[in-house]
């Protein structure tokens, strides 16, 4: 089992930064494939952006591709969302998950808040 706790969300106002960190504990070598995903107000979830440990180009939704930073400190087994340029739309529950390939485990989520 792999637990994840998000932090550093929060409100913003638009054109602002914040950056989102995910503990992984537990069975870590269950999560050397981590990313973040969202939901938006009345949207389906989406995934944002993926890092694989160990190496390899991260991966992003071409939307947020630009503003947003995907990185991770493998000695902690955390991973990082810096999210820069925000905009009112990126207002919502942002989600960490991990697994060995697939996103088997995920964390409560976390709530960020754009304003205008």
């Known amino acids: 089992q792999v637990q994840l706790v998000e932090s550093g969300g929060g409100s913003v106002q638009a054109g602002g930064s914040l950056r989102l960190s995910c503990a992984a504990s537990?069975?870590?070598?269950?999560?050397?494939?981590m990313g973040w995903f969202r939901q938006t107000p009345g949207k389906e979830r989406e995934w944002v952006a993926s890092?694989?440990?160990?190496?390899?180009?991260?991966s992003y939704a071409d939307s947020l591709k630009g503003r947003f930073t995907i990185s991770q400190d493998n000695a902690k087994n955390t991973v990082y969302l810096q999210m820069n340029s925000l905009k009112p739309d990126d207002t919502g529950m942002y989600f960490c998950?991990?697994?060995?390939?697939?996103?088997?485990?995920w964390g409560q989520g976390i709530l960020v808040t754009v304003s205008a």
């Open positions: 537990g069975n870590t070598d269950s999560s050397k494939y």
């Open positions: 998950a991990a697994g060995r390939s697939l996103f088997e485990y």
């Open positions: 890092i694989r440990s160990g190496g390899g180009s991260p």
